[in-house]
């Protein structure tokens, strides 16, 4: 099984602040990632598939890159609506989240 | 609109059974590859079981052998009929769909709460 290990687990930011996270697979996925934010309550909603495609509708201030093992969701200027908790997820062998990251208010 | 309903979710005792279903609209399941995921109280996401468009069926470890999910073409929904609940199954359980075997999940059903509890 392919296991994917995100970092920070949680990360202080203020509004306007760049921020990045950074997820890595047990494995190489070649460029099967996806990263989905999720709010209290709601479900997840998919951000980037493909490692680095944005889906649309899906503000350009998020960004991903990477492949093979290490990838990094990059947020380029942190927005109020933007504190919540990241999740990768690897598909090229079934599907795998990592354990999340929350970006919190500092 | 095209969305995903689930309902069924319960409390249950454990050792228990509870039925999970969701219902698709302005899309086909039999199209697509059909998911489900649950979010334990305060923890991350986990796939638990994935239905694909020709009909194979999928299982994490933590649920093999206990869970069994299934589609109805006819009336358009997902299912997932779990029995010998355990407790640490208590999770909110999504539905999500992949467009193909090598796709994210890009969208999501609301999702339904499940509690296995003496």
């Known amino acids: 099984d392919i296991q994917m290990t995100q970092s920070p687990a949680t990360l202080s930011a203020s509004v306007g602040d760049r921020v990045t996270i950074t997820c890595r697979a047990s494995?190489?996925?070649?460029?099967?990632l996806a990263w989905y934010q999720q709010k209290p309550g709601k479900a997840p909603k998919l951000l980037i598939y493909?490692?680095?495609n944005l889906k649309s509708g899906v503000p350009s201030r998020f960004s991903g890159s990477g492949s093979g093992t290490e990838f990094i969701l990059t947020i380029s200027s942190l927005q109020p609506d933007d504190f919540a908790t990241y999740y990768c997820q690897q598909y090229n062998s079934y599907w795998t989240f990592g354990q999340g990251t929350k970006v919190e208010i500092k | 609109e095209v969305q995903l309903v689930e309902s069924g979710g319960g409390l249950v005792q454990p050792g228990g059974s509870l039925r999970l279903s969701c219902v698709a609209s302005g899309f086909t399941v039999i199209s697509n590859y059909m998911n489900w995921v649950r979010q334990a109280p305060g923890k991350g996401l986990e796939w638990v079981s994935g239905?694909?468009?020709?009909?194979?069926?999928y299982y994490a470890d933590s649920v093999k052998g206990r869970f069994t999910i299934s589609r109805d073409n006819s009336k358009n929904t997902l299912s997932l009929q779990m029995n010998s609940l355990r407790v640490e199954d208590t999770a909110v359980y999504y539905c999500?769909?992949?467009?193909?075997?090598?796709?994210?999940?890009?969208?999501w059903g609301q999702g339904t709460m499940v509690t296995v509890s003496s």
């Open positions: 494995q190489s996925i070649s460029s099967w």
């Open positions: 493909k490692a680095s």
């Open positions: 239905i694909y468009s020709g009909g194979n069926t």
């Open positions: 999500a769909r992949a467009q193909s075997a090598l796709d994210a999940f890009d969208m």
